[in-house]
């Protein structure tokens, strides 16, 4: 887990990325949800942000970035949330892991999932009007990295848009593919977290 200060703002603008960045704030533990965007995107305007989503406005749209909460209970905070800022009836995408599924077909291996907990995720995507996007890859985006009978796939990452976007942005498609970026990203915290816990050492020995 990366905390703000070991992100690199110098390596970011080398990617032609803003050196700012927007990041929640997760009880106890460091930011689970961060946005960064290139220098030639306008600045985002910050909505809302709690510890499982984050809102943003840029150039009269809305991006909702999530990353919910496992238990269903306290999902539930979230999809009020989300419900409220629909009410501002603008092109809107949301997009993130949702630690929930839409039907048994989502999940492969382990337990069923919860019929309730497919209750309140439905009843949020019918009630705010949204639409899935098409997903180009691999139906399961998640894996619990165990093999044979222990093994579980899910769908748990997917991307929403109402209406009005669609009407903006009539081609979105979701790559079920690991960006570039975000391989070159991870590189630079863990070299950073390296050369951070490197000196940190040297001041306590007095090196």
């Avoid at 709690?50 to 999809?79: F, K, M, P």
Wanted: hydrophobic share 40%; proline share 4%.
């Amino acid at each position: 887990m990366i905390s703000p200060d070991d992100f690199s703002k110098v390596y970011l603008q080398s990617l032609g990325m803003s050196s700012c960045f927007f990041f929640n704030n997760s009880p106890n533990r460091v930011p689970n949800i961060w946005l960064i965007w290139k220098t030639t995107v306008a600045t985002p305007n910050m909505l809302c942000c709690s510890n499982q989503q984050i809102t943003v406005e840029v150039d009269g749209v809305l991006l909702s970035i999530i990353h919910a909460h496992c238990s269903y209970v306290n999902r539930r905070q979230l999809w009020m949330d989300l419900h409220q800022l629909s009410l501002m009836n603008l092109p809107w995408l949301i997009i993130g892991d949702f630690n929930a599924y839409l039907s048994y077909s989502d999940k492969q291996g382990g337990h069923r999932p919860s019929t309730v907990a497919m209750s309140d995720f439905r009843d949020f995507v019918g009630s705010n009007h949204l639409m899935e996007a098409p997903c180009n890859g691999f139906h399961f985006s998640w894996w619990n990295k165990q093999v044979g009978r222990l093994k579980i796939l899910g769908k748990l990452d997917r991307m929403f848009f109402n209406i009005l976007w669609s009407s903006k942005y009539p081609d979105g498609i979701i790559r079920g593919t690991q960006s570039a970026l975000r391989r070159r990203l991870e590189s630079s915290w863990l070299n950073t977290i390296r050369r951070n816990s490197k000196n940190r050492s040297m001041r306590l020995t007095g090196g």
